[in-house]
T-cell receptor, first 114, second 120 residues
Framework: AQSVSQHNHHVILSEAASLELGCNYS??????LFWYVQYPGQHLQLLLK??????LVKGIKGFEAEFIKSKFSFNLRKPSVQWSDTAEYFC????????????FGAGTRLAVHP | GAVVSQHPSRVICKSGTSVKIECRSL??????MFWYRQFPKKSLMLMAT?????????EQGVEKDKFLINHASLTLSTLTVTSAHPEDSSFYIC????????????????FGPGTRLTVL
């Protein structure tokens, strides 16, 4: 069965620190990859997505992610975090061209201290 | 991006009653909608996939007689929690899939704000 693993459940950073959140998936076929963010008390918002093409994807709010097919990974990065980035981050995968079921990782709770 | 709304945003009910949650795509037509459940401090768990005009497809372990899903139009899907019990208390989130050539295409889902259900 397909699965998505997020390695860090809880990350605490100071403002201006760099961020990298890991995401690995298990599926051998072609996938679409997503990172969603859920700010406290708000609904899920799409940060960025990868369907095809350049494996380095830039999203909103200065976030980017790199798809490394050989490692089945899609790690999220931001060079300098802000207090407003405090939120929960979810990596998700669906199977390209087929059934559109999204499989979510367990989420990473990021706390950024001023 | 495309907008998905849910109503109500919060509901409190007595044990044994039924609760209906609506999910609407406001500015696009959604042939497919998804219902998720999110437990505290945990990820989203897909409950079922709802296709307009046909029966929903439920994930393993989800009781179809307890969680009734209706997708009567291209912009509305409803989830009814029947005979709710305290263990059904949770955050229910819907999403709608885009359409070919439309917002996000087939491969992107747009999420509603969620409904917090509390069963006393």
């Amino acid at each position: 069965a397909q699965s998505v693993s997020q390695h860090n459940h809880h990350v605490i950073l100071s403002e201006a620190a760099s961020l990298e959140l890991g995401c690995n998936y298990s599926y051998g076929g072609t996938v679409n990859l997503f990172w969603y963010v859920q700010y406290p008390g708000q609904h899920l918002q799409l940060l960025l997505k990868y369907f095809s093409g350049d494996p380095l994807v830039k999203g909103i709010k200065g976030f980017e992610a790199e798809f490394i097919k050989s490692k089945f990974s899609f790690n999220l990065r931001k060079p300098s975090v802000q207090w407003s980035d405090t939120a929960e981050y979810f990596c998700a995968v669906n199977l390209s061209g087929g059934y559109n079921k999204l499989i979510f990782g367990a989420g990473t709770r990021l706390a950024v201290h001023p | 991006g495309a907008v998905v709304s849910q109503h109500p945003s919060r509901v409190i009910c007595k044990s044994g009653t039924s609760v209906k949650i609506e999910c609407r795509s406001l500015d696009f037509q959604a042939t497919t909608m998804f219902w998720y459940r999110q437990f505290p401090k945990k990820s989203l768990m897909l409950m079922a996939t709802s296709n307009e005009g046909s029966k929903a497809t439920y994930e393993q372990g989800v009781e179809k007689d307890k969680f009734l899903i209706n997708h009567a139009s291209l912009t509305l899907s409803t989830l009814t929690v029947t005979s709710a019990h305290p263990e059904d208390s949770s955050f229910y989130i819907c999403s709608a899939r885009g359409t070919s050539g439309g917002k996000g295409g087939y491969n992107e889902q747009f999420f509603g704000p969620g409904t917090r259900l509390t069963v006393l």
